[in-house]
């Protein structure tokens, strides 16, 4: 049996195992707000889910999230890898995904006719 020390050490090793993770892998985010949806987030998201799992990327993180204030440009699709700039896909259909994930995502090729915004990270 452990000690609760033991355990204490354990919880501290694998959060930062955690955060070295989420540091390491790309990261794909759609804009999931309620006109985003109502443009047709669920299909995009459903697109990318669907060829991620085609192309056997375990790795890559997809995350949803709110209205970013760019609803004119729906739906809003962001890759981020790894130590790279945080590209904004804009005006995003279903039918741009694969192309998306084949170019940038495994790639590191931006599609710059779909690029809304650009965010560099910190280090
Ligand atoms: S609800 Fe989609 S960006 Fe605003």
Redesign the pocket.
């Known amino acids: 049996m452990k000690t609760l020390e033991d355990l204490k050490a354990l919880r501290e090793k694998l959060k930062g195992d955690i955060k070295v993770r989420q540091k390491q892998g790309t990261k794909i985010i759609i804009?999931m707000?309620?006109?985003?949806i109502a443009a047709g987030a669920r299909e995009v998201m459903s697109a990318v889910l669907d060829e991620l799992a085609v192309r056997k990327l375990n790795d890559v993180q997809v995350q949803q999230t709110g209205?970013?204030?760019?609803?004119e440009k729906?739906v809003?699709l962001d890759v981020i890898r790894p130590d790279e700039p945080r590209i904004t896909y804009g005006n995003v259909k279903p039918a741009d995904v694969k192309r998306i994930i084949a170019d940038h995502v495994v790639n590191g090729r931006i599609i710059e006719d779909l690029v809304v915004g650009k965010i560099e990270q910190e280090g």
């Open positions: 804009g707000g309620t006109c985003c209205c970013i204030g760019m609803c729906e809003l």
